[in-house]
């Protein structure tokens, strides 16, 4: 039974493309979240959604633009590829806002050539 | 905004000994604290968290403790095991409902 899924787990694509990675949760969970994790394994927020509205944008190029269908799903959407995108891009849920568990996707791995 | 720091970014511990990693914050309004685990390839996950209204908490070999007033809080894993080997990040959740990440500890526990 997966809780949080993403779609797809690897990604290899050209610079100046555009690509989507899916997000979906079957936790009834209230908000959900992008993060970027780099070669360094640092993790970054991108963005957070509570039923289905922006909550956080964090500084994060105008190219990647996240949709929230229903709160179930978040997509990422990325616009214009460059080598700096290439990244494990993690989906996570919880229950409500940044207070409790956030559970977190498989990862999906971006790599840009 | 909130910033989180961790340390180190490394240990190497030999099997039964102890480990400990700390975190510093700066935002005094975050109140929530929590501890996840990344083995190679795979998720975070969540193994222990603590609020600001208590000043230790444990679960098995796993401890954290949280000093409010220095703005740090740390992770104690009592006779670790290889599969303790993973990288450990600390976070803090601050008034905005936010939760800022440190660098990671990469752990491993040689057996």
């Known amino acids: 039974d997966t809780a949080v899924s993403q779609t797809p787990k690897y990604l290899v694509t050209q610079m100046g493309n555009d690509k989507s990675i899916k997000c979906e949760q079957n936790l009834g969970h209230d908000t959900m979240y992008w993060y970027k994790q780099d070669s360094k394994k640092f993790l970054k927020i991108m963005f957070s959604?509570?039923?289905?509205?922006?909550?956080i944008n964090e500084t994060v190029p105008n190219r990647f633009s996240p949709k929230s269908p229903d709160k179930a799903h978040l997509n990422l959407h990325i616009n214009s590829l460059e080598l700096g995108d290439s990244a494990v891009y993690f989906c996570?849920?919880?229950?409500?806002?940044?207070?409790?568990?956030?559970?977190f996707g498989p990862g999906t791995r971006l790599l840009v050539l | 905004g909130e910033n989180v720091e961790q340390h180190p970014s490394t240990l190497s511990v030999q099997e039964g000994d102890s480990a400990v990693i700390k975190c510093t914050y700066s935002?005094?309004?975050?109140?929530?604290f929590p501890w996840y685990k990344q083995e190679l390839g795979k998720r975070p996950q969540l193994i222990i968290d603590?609020?600001?209204?208590?000043g230790e908490k444990k679960d098995q070999r796993i401890a954290v403790t949280l000093n409010k007033t220095a703005k740090h809080f740390s992770l104690h894993i009592t006779e670790t095991q290889p599969e303790d080997s993973a990288v450990y990040f600390c976070a803090a959740s601050n008034a905005g409902n936010m939760l800022t990440f440190g660098g990671g500890t990469r752990l491993m526990v040689k057996p």
């Open positions: 959604y509570n039923n289905k509205e922006l909550i």
């Open positions: 603590i609020r600001s209204n208590v």
């Open positions: 935002d005094s309004a975050s109140n929530y």
């Open positions: 996570a849920s919880s229950q409500a806002g940044g207070k409790e568990t956030q559970y």
